[in-house]
């Protein structure tokens, strides 16, 4: 399954059932998952660990070192778990010794040309469309989708199951389960088609809903908002807490309306 026309180094572990195309090349160190597929000219550089069930497509590079200044050659690592699509000229860059680690989660598609920057956190199942970019130390939790050309600001937070309009700049974090768009970057409202596709009812998107009335529609500031939500009834429930911890660890502060 390894085209004689690839470069794959002996110190590499190859799982099995793994297609390597032709200009291939597969770095030292680098570990490679079962039923992987790797399109031509791709490329796998040390440091990389890759999961099952990847897709890599042509031209993409993975785990090659930082564009960060501060980088000094540590020995640090990319980390990707399983059933990936990382399709073609998408770049994803390892860890610096800030963290160490750049992590990538399950199930993702990376459309074309998307970058990850070093010592990101990318859970599972995000779709970030094509040339969408991810600075430095930027978190994405699970299920969220950035649509084409969004150009993340390091040390951003992205709450799970949001959805960014294409073209959007996004400097500040963003809270879970909403839509964002505007220039600048603004609360649009729930993100309901997704929400819905993901199977929640309409008593939790109620509850959802409550809680950015207060947070968004409401004429107190961000820290009133959260004290009050967190009197509120509905402050019991796991995506209602999910929301008062991600505003009250959030660095950069949010988007607002």
Known sequence: MISPLAYVNPEAQIGENVEIGPFCYIDKGVVIGDNCELMP????????????GNQVFPGAVIGAIPQDLKFQGEDTTLIIGDNNRIRENVTLNRGTASKGTTIIGSGN??????????????????????????AGEVVIDDFATLSSTVLVHQFCHIGSYVMVRGGSLCPKDIPPYIMAAKEPLAFMGLNLVGL???????????????AYR?????KMNVTQAITALKQDS????????YIISFVEHSERGIIRN
Do not use: W
Not at 116 to 134: E, F, P, Y
Not at 214 to 218: A, E, G, P, R
Not at 234 to 241: G, K, S, T, V
């Open 109 to 134: 598609l990376l459309m074309e040309g998307v970058h990850v920057a070093h010592d990101c956190v990318i859970g599972s199942n995000c779709i970030l469309g094509n040339q969408t970019k991810i």
């Open 41 to 52: 000219h791709a490329t796998v550089l040390y440091g990389t660990t890759m999961g099952k």
């Open 214 to 218: 207060t947070v968004y529609l409401s």
């Open 196 to 210: 819905k596709r993901r199977g929640f009812d309409e008593e939790k998107i109620a509850r959802i809903h409550s």
């Open 234 to 241: 509905i402050a019991e429930y796991p995506e209602i807490q």
